[in-house]
């Protein structure tokens, strides 16, 4: 079964193409800038042909009428017709209360997520531009819209709601929803899969912790709680976003400092985090240069890890027993002291990570870190690569099967 994944941006436009029969990645892809003078697409197949383009791609619309002359090229190309196809499944952020699940797309469904676009003005538009391109240059193809949010909506009221006054909820869905849903899910999955245990049981704490971060504590293989709310700013330290606050800050700004609105929304989302308290928002420069002695670097590195650290054990405190601390995304895969920091001084939690496996993580594979031995830990803490486009993928095959 092929089936083509789309991740439409504002200007931007992800795009893999599986074989799911044989567990295949055929093609995958980007497009950048569309929109400006010199838009970019970049196109690579499994067998490594590669192909660059600059070009005024003017809309989401001509970017993927470009890709899909590529994917049916006779020296580039991984397909004969678009026939092939037999779905497109597309990430949408935000599908708030009314997708619990993914779901194949038709007018009502369309009509759905543009409802969502107040909750996730940057994010829902150009999910449901690509939506509309792919109906309309592939109109016999089934498309499948996964949401980011799904997998959350198995949070109790009593996890989701705000103290804020009800009518707030009902009439205007101010909530806390949570995202990177797909990513949460699929290593959940993968490491219930490698523990051996079926994923009704598994009980985990997920990591995703990439220039975005956000947590999940997950009992029997549901999200009960996320660290992401209404918006994808509640939460984690992250790259460039500030996470929990004070919600009384934004008043003393406007108030004290004269910020309006726009300016503070950017400094919370684009100016704060990692980079606001050092001015780098990529580990492996904090990390670098903390080992040299930057003491913003050093204090951005502990604030992020501490976060980290108060989520797991509030996490800790709402399940009724742990199986598996997981980590994923780029930091979570790939940052040997950001995970030791985290998880440092938890043995009294049965939390024991072994120094010199997580030193050795190899990249793109799944690994166990904990340290083994009479009287250790039960909990394991696994290393899962993230794959977020084929948990689309698989949805896509899972509803139109
Ligand atoms: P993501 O959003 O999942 O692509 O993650 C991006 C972040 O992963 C970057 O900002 C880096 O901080 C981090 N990252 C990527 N590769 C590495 C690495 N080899 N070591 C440490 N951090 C990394």
Do not use: W
């Not at 079926?198 to 549901?222: D, R, V, Y």
């Not at 799944?366 to 993230?386: M, R, S, W």
Request: glycine share 8%.
């Amino acid at each position: 079964m092929k089936i083509l994944v789309l991740n439409a941006g504002s200007s931007s436009l992800k795009y893999k193409i599986f074989d799911l029969d044989h567990d295949l990645v055929l093609a995958s892809g980007l497009v950048e800038k569309i929109g400006e003078e010199k838009a970019h697409l970049i196109y690579e197949t499994k067998s490594k042909k590669t192909y660059e383009e600059e070009a005024p791609f003017k809309n989401h619309k001509e970017a993927l009428e470009k890709i899909i002359s590529i994917l049916l090229d006779k020296k580039l190309g991984v397909l004969n017709s678009v026939s092939e196809l037999q779905g497109v499944g597309h990430r949408v952020v935000h599908g708030g209360e009314s997708f619990k699940i993914p779901c194949k797309v038709n007018e009502e469904v369309l009509k759905g997520i543009e409802k969502m676009i107040p909750l996730a003005p940057l994010h829902n538009p150009p999910n449901l531009e690509g939506l509309k391109v792919s109906m309309s240059l592939f109109p016999k193809v089934p498309q499948v819209a996964v949401f980011d949010t799904s997998f959350h909506q198995t949070m109790p009221k009593h996890a989701f709601r705000y103290a804020l006054p009800e009518d707030l909820y009902e009439k205007h869905g101010l909530r806390r929803y949570g995202f990177h849903g797909t990513s949460h899910h699929y290593v959940a999955k993968v490491a219930a899969n490698y523990l051996n245990i079926p994923i009704e049981k598994l009980n985990a704490i997920t990591f995703h912790l990439g220039n975005g971060g956000s947590m999940a504590a997950i009992k029997g293989g549901k999200s009960i709680d996320t660290s992401m709310g209404m918006t994808p700013l509640e939460g984690l330290v992250m790259g460039t976003r500030s996470g929990d606050i004070d919600p009384a800050i934004p008043f003393f700004l406007e108030r004290e400092l004269k910020m309006d609105l726009k300016s503070i929304d950017l400094l919370l989302n684009k100016k704060s985090g990692l980079k606001g308290i050092c001015g780098k928002n990529d580990i492996r420069d904090i990390s670098r240069l903390s080992k040299n002695g930057d003491e913003k670097a050093t204090l951005a590195l502990n604030i992020y890890c501490y976060r980290i650290k108060k989520y797991l054990g509030a996490y800790l405190a709402l399940l009724p027993k742990l199986d598996a601390l997981v980590f994923t995304a780029g930091i979570g895969e790939n940052s040997t002291l950001v995970r030791e920091m985290i998880l440092k001084d938890l043995n009294h939690l049965g939390i024991n990570l072994d120094q010199e496996k997580n030193k050795n993580v190899k990249r793109g594979t799944i690994q166990a870190i904990q340290a083994e031995g009479k009287d250790q830990t039960v909990i394991k803490i696994l290393v899962v690569p993230t794959d977020e486009e084929k948990e689309i993928a698989s949805q896509t095959k899972g509803i139109l099967n």
